[in-house]
């Protein structure tokens, strides 16, 4: 099942710079994407989402950008923190389907900023 | 600020046996999900639930596991028979609706090895 791909398994970003994160999908019947983060030994904690009628969501540091034509989407941090260094998921939500909700997870990027 | 819990954090149990994990959603949720990540891969949707039904299961979700609200707060995963390869953290999630821009939340996880 590769409906949601990361590419990136690792990036590594200085402290205030911008990290950005890419995603993508197969499935253009998704129409909902949201990213997680994720800490060792913890569940992943929700990010930031953003609808398919929308190709800009923004969050304080965080804004996910959505392009729909290339079924891509990325997450950029700005500007980045130590704090920020966890894993990050992306995944995505079919909401016009039969599915009640179920998410399609990508496999991650570790993101590690550094001061 | 409320959370999903889950019990026990790490189980170990021998090939063959029933273990049931126990989720404590978020109270007011309707919407409740279990997940799993088998150690380098990607997070994978087993089951949702709604209405103390199943809504959806994935091709993972066989025979062999269950999903139960037995009660007002907790909702349970049981594998009946474990195999080597249900090894993996299990999350729970609730969200307030199934779709509609919901954002699903996550426990904690358990951390299930099958020797």
């Known amino acids: 099942d590769q409906q949601v791909k990361q590419n990136s398994p690792s990036l590594s970003v200085q402290e205030g710079r911008i990290s950005i994160l890419n995603c993508d999908y197969t499935n253009s019947m998704f129409d909902y994407f949201l990213w997680y983060k994720k800490y060792p030994a913890e569940g992943p904690t929700f990010l930031i989402s953003?609808?398919?009628?929308?190709d800009k969501n923004e969050d304080g540091r965080f804004t996910v950008f959505l392009n729909k034509s290339a079924k891509h989407l990325s997450l950029h941090i700005v500007p980045s923190q130590p704090g920020d260094s966890a894993v990050y998921f992306c995944a995505a939500r079919d909401d016009r389907g039969s599915t009640l909700g179920r998410l399609y997870f990508g496999r991650g990027t570790q993101l590690t900023v550094w001061p | 600020e409320p959370e999903v819990t889950q019990t026990p954090s790490h189980q170990v149990t021998q090939m063959g046996q029933e273990v049931i994990l126990r989720c404590v959603p978020i109270s007011n949720h309707l919407y409740f999900y279990w997940y799993r990540q088998i150690l380098g891969q990607k997070v994978e949707f087993l089951v949702s639930?709604?209405?103390?039904?199943?809504?959806?299961k994935s091709e993972i979700f066989d025979d062999q596991f269950s999903v139960e609200r037995p009660d007002g707060s907790n909702f349970t995963l049981k594998i009946r028979s474990t195999k080597l390869e249900d090894s993996a953290m299990y999350f729970c999630?609730?969200?307030?609706?199934?779709?509609?821009?919901?954002?699903?939340?996550f426990g904690p996880g358990t951390r299930l090895l099958v020797l």
């Open positions: 953003i609808s398919s009628i929308k």
């Open positions: 639930f709604y209405n103390n039904e199943i809504s959806e």
């Open positions: 999630a609730s969200s307030d609706a199934g779709r509609e821009w919901e954002t699903q939340y």
